[in-house]
């Protein structure tokens, strides 16, 4: 399992685009790039994930470059409500079935 | 979408007693289910994994007999606390993976505070 590194924390303001990106130089051909998020007291929920190049959903991009070995998490125009911390996973998980483990996550806080 | 029902949601319980928790798939089969263990301020650690059928997996300094894991269909798995003491206070959150699970792979449920007192 391909070791993660992100920023411990970021601050933010309303409005403005945040920028995450994670660090996974032991990547494997058949990892995939998961992100996650995680309000206090719940389970994470699925942001987005990715393999290569860029991606994007109603919520937010994922940049992925030629290397693979880094990630970036976008959020466009972010809220109060995107203050949460955020994982980074790498794996193949994209099927499922194996052990998904979590580093330690960025903890964004968006300010009014 | 995939939908993971994790019960009860907190609960509390006395030193020495035994606390089960229940995670359920409601719209897939879970061949396989992970529980995680989850400290105030930390990322989640990963306990055991289980698949359908077959004893758990645990990882590294995990007790299996303190943490006893049940997954014995395609949509229901427990994780029993025995004999519970203040420091297993924590937050317990499962996931779950199959056909059908969508959110490419895994969904999680909504974590079950426990508090020992």
């Known amino acids: 399992l391909a070791k993660t590194t992100q920023p411990i924390s970021m601050d933010s303001y309303e409005g403005q685009e945040v920028n995450i990106t994670c660090s996974h130089n032991?990547?494997?051909?058949?990892?995939?790039i998961t992100w996650y998020q995680q309000f206090p007291s719940q389970g994470p929920r699925f942001i987005i994930q990715?393999?290569?190049t860029k991606v994007t959903n109603e919520v937010a991009s994922l940049f992925i470059p030629a290397d693979r070995k880094s990630s970036t998490l976008s959020l466009p125009r972010v809220s109060l409500s995107d203050t949460a911390v955020y994982y980074c996973l790498v794996g193949d998980s994209h099927t499922g079935g194996f052990k998904t483990i979590f580093g330690a996550g960025t903890r964004l806080f968006v300010k009014a | 979408g995939a939908v993971v029902s994790q019960h009860p949601s907190w609960v509390i319980c006395k030193s020495g007693t035994s606390v089960k928790i229940e995670c359920r798939s409601l719209?897939?089969?879970?061949?396989?289910m992970f529980w995680y263990r989850q400290f105030p301020k930390q990322s989640l650690m990963l306990m055991a994994t289980?698949?359908?059928?077959?004893?758990?997996?645990?990882e590294q300094g995990v007790e299996k007999d303190k943490f006893l894991i049940n997954h014995a269909s395609l949509t229901l798995s427990t994780l029993t606390v025995t004999s519970a003491h203040p420091e297993d206070s924590s937050f317990y959150i499962c996931?779950?993976?199959?056909?059908?699970?969508?959110?490419?792979?895994?969904?999680f449920g909504s974590g079950t505070r426990l508090t020992v007192v």
């Open positions: 719209d897939f089969q879970a061949t396989t």
């Open positions: 032991n990547i494997a051909t058949n990892d995939y």
């Open positions: 289980s698949n359908e059928g077959s004893k758990a997996t645990y």
């Open positions: 996931s779950a993976s199959g056909q059908g699970s969508g959110n490419y792979g895994y969904t």
């Open positions: 990715g393999y290569k």
